[in-house]
């Protein structure tokens, strides 16, 4: 079992910088591939970025493509996105998620994910 949880979302102005967070629970965190999504009202669930068990793959939205950046600290369970140069479009509530797999997969859907966190408000204001 593995609890996620997210933090570091906030309000912020376009054009400016937030850093989420997401720390995991559960000894075998370097087992899961880790990505994050986002859902924006009365919008589907979308793919953000995703990184592997190792953290030397990547992979990222072309929405979010040389802005944001997917990182992982296996010693202390913790995930990492930094967003920088935020929109008013990537307001929306971010969800980090865990799937347990030494393969890299970072475009499978999100129902196929083990575990969720509950996920933080990112706010941008233009």
């Known amino acids: 079992q593995v609890q996620l949880v997210e933090s570091g979302g906030g309000l912020v102005q376009a054009g400016g910088s937030l850093r989420l967070s997401c720390a995991a629970s559960?000894?075998?965190?370097?087992?899961?591939?880790m990505s994050w999504f986002r859902q924006a009202p009365g919008k589907v669930r979308e793919f953000v970025a995703a990184?592997?068990?190792?953290?030397?793959?990547?992979s990222e939205a072309d929405s979010v493509k040389g802005r944001f950046t997917i990182s992982r600290d296996n010693a202390k369970n913790t995930v990492y996105l930094q967003m920088n140069s935020l929109k008013s479009e990537d307001t929306a509530v971010y969800y980090c998620?865990?799937?347990?797999?030494?393969?890299?997969?970072?475009?499978?859907?999100?129902?196929?994910?083990?575990?969720w966190g509950q996920g933080t408000q990112v706010t941008v204001s233009s």
């Open positions: 998620a865990a799937k347990r797999s030494l393969r890299f997969r970072p475009g499978i859907p999100w129902d196929e994910y083990d575990y």
């Open positions: 559960g000894r075998t965190f370097s087992s899961y591939a």
């Open positions: 990184i592997s068990w190792s953290g030397d793959l990547t």
